[in-house]
C-alpha cells in the first residue's frame, strides 16, 4: 500500500486518549476536532526536562527523494514505545511546498507515520496561516508608514529588506515591485517573497522559550533604514503586541498520534536549507517535559539541520542531545557513489563502498560536537544483503554500531534493535555535547568554522554585495549572532553536483539576510533562493479528492 492507504488502514483514537498516556487532563487540551490538540505552556516542567533524553535524528547528504529520516524518527519512537520506555517524537510540521511539489509531506511513511496524514500534511491547525498573516502585516505596516508623509519615521523604501511570505513553491514571486498604480496604492518599489518556512517570524517562533520572549524578539526585527541612514527595527512601527496577538494560538505545541497510537508533537517548520531546520525549542521542551526519551530531527543531511540545532537552537534553549542518529540509505550510498537516477535501486557494492565517504564526513562531524553518532541503516526492499553487510562493517571500522532500521514496513517491531543500542549508548553516558564555535567570534570566522569544518571547504569567496551586507551587520552591531547557513541540502558544497566527499572546493557567499529578531545572521550560499520553485511535473498532479472527501495521492 501507500503512505495515505496505510495511514488510512489505522482506526485513529480520540486525542484524548493519547493525552491521557502523558497524564494530560482533558480540561488543559485545545481541541481541533477529535484527532489534533494544541497544550498549553503551562505544561512545561523545567525539573523534568533537565532530567529527560533527547535523541536528534539526522541523516547523510540525501537524494532528491530524502532518505526517511522522518520515518526513522517516527519508527525509533515505536521501538522505544515497544521496549517499555515512555517516549514521545517531536517533528516539524510539513510545508504545502514541497507537499505540492516534489519531495512530498513531512509526516513519515509506510508503518512509521503520524496521524491524521492528511490534516498534518495540509492546514494542520493553521499555524502555518498565522505565521504568514503575522509576517505580512508586519509588511502591510511597513508600507503604511512609508506612504504617510506625516509618520514620525522616514523609512528609506530602497532599504527595506522585510518580505512578504507564501507556503507555496512559487519562483514568479521571487523579485516584484509593489505599489504600481496610482498614488492611494503606495509607494513603487522593489519587494518580493519567501515561502513561509523561510520567514523570520517561523523562526522567531521556533527560537522563542516563552510567550514573552517571542514579544520582545518580534521587536527586534531589523526592517532596513530612514532617510538618515539611521536603523528601523520593528518595535519602533508599535507592532509587536499585535503580531503576538495573532500568535497567541500558534506558539502551543500540537499533539497528534502515530500509527501505533503513541504520542507525538508537530510544532514549526523551517526548511534546512534555507533556516534552521528544527521544530521549536517549546515543543522539545514540551515534549521533555512528557517523557521520558524525545526523539526529534533536523532537517535534510547533517551539514544543515543538525549544524543548525546544535549550534543554534541547542545554545539558545540550553538543550543537550544525549544521543544522535544518523540515517543512512544504500540508496544514498549508490548516488554518492556515482549511480545515476535511473541505478539508485539497482545493488552495486563497488558504489556503496564509493559513497561511504559521504557518510564518514558525517560520523566526522557529530564528533566535533562531542557526540558519538549510532548509524540507522533505513531499510529498502532494493538493499542486497551483502551491500547491508558492508555498511555495517565500514562503519564498525570508524567505531560506530550501524543498525538495520525498518519501521517502514513494520513500525516499531522494525526499529526495537536500533531503540536497544540508543538506549544503551545513552546509558552509558559516552556524549558530552558542546557546540562548534563560540559566538564571540567574528561573522568571518564564524562561517569559515562550519565552511572548513562541517563542509571541508578549502576556500570561501565573498561577493562585493556580501561584503557590503557584512559592513552593515558590523554598524548594526549583530556581529554576535550565531550563523545560519542557506545553502543546497545535495552537496557539502554549494554546488548541488559535487557529490560524495567533495575535496580542495570553494563556497561563495552571496549576500546575507539578517534575521535579529530570531537571532542570526543568514549567509546565502551560490545560488540558493529562499523561495523554491515547482517541478516540471509537481507531486499535486497525482492527487485526487473523491465524491465523499477520501484523498489519496499524498505522500
Known sequence: MTDIEIAQSVAIKPIKEIAAKLNIQEDDLEFYGKYKAKLPLSLLNQDKIKNSHLILVTAITPTPAGEGKTTVTIGLNEGLNKIGKSSIAVLREPSLGPVFGIKGGAA???????????????????????IEKANNFLAAIIDNVIQNPNHQI??????????????????????????????????????GFNITAASEIMAILCMSNSLKDLKEKIGKIFIGFTYQNEPVYASQLKVQEAITILLKDAIKPNLVQTLEGNPAIIHGGPFANIAQGTNTIIATKMGLSLADYVVTEAGF????????????????????????????????????????????????????????????????????????????????????????????????????????????????????????????QIEKDENHYKPLYDWKLTIKEKIKTIAEEIYGASTIEYTPKALGDLKQIDKLGLNHLPICMAKTQKSFSDNEKLVGRPQGFSITIREFEIASGAGFVIPILGSMMRMPGLPNIPASEH????????ISGLS
Request: proline residues 3%; aromatic residues 6%.
Open 154 to 191: 522616514k523609512i528609506d523604501p530602497k532599504t527595506v529588506v522585510w518580505k512578504r511570505v507564501m507556503d507555496m513553491n512559487d519562483r514568479s514571486l521571487r523579485d516584484i515591485i509593489t505599489g504600481v498604480g496610482p498614488k492611494s496604492n503606495g509607494v513603487m518599489r522593489q519587494g
Open 543 to 550: 492527487m485526487f479528492i473523491n465524491d465523499e472527501g477520501l
Open 108 to 130: 513519515g511513511g509506510g508503518y512509521s507515520q503520524v496521524i491524521p496524514m492528511e490534516d498534518i500534511n495540509l492546514h494542520f491547525t493553521g499555524d502555518f496561516s498565522a
Open 301 to 424: 543531511g547533517a551539514d544543515l539541520g543538525a549544524e543548525k540545532f546544535l549550534n543554534l537552537k541547542c545554545v539558545y534553549g540550553q538543550l543537550k542531545p544525549k544521543a544522535m542518529v544518523i540515517v543512512a540509505t544504500i540508496r544514498a550510498l549508490r548516488h554518492h557513489g556515482g549511480a545515476k537516477t535511473d541505478e539508485l535501486n539497482t545493488p552495486n557494492i563497488e558504489r556503496v563502498k564509493n559513497g561511504f565517504a559521504n557518510l564518514e564526513k558525517h560520523i566526522e562531524n557529530a564528533t566535533k560536537f562531542g557526540l558519538k553518532p549510532i548509524v540507522a541503516i533505513n531499510y529498502f526492499n532494493t538493499d542486497s544483503e551483502e551491500e547491508i553487510n558492508l555498511l555495517k562493517l565500514m562503519c564498525t571500522d570508524l567505531g560506530v554500531n550501524a543498525v538495520l532500521s525498518k519501521g517502514w514496513g513494520l513500525g516499531g517491531n522494525g526499529t526495537m534493535e536500533l531503540a536497544e543500542a540508543v538506549v544503551n
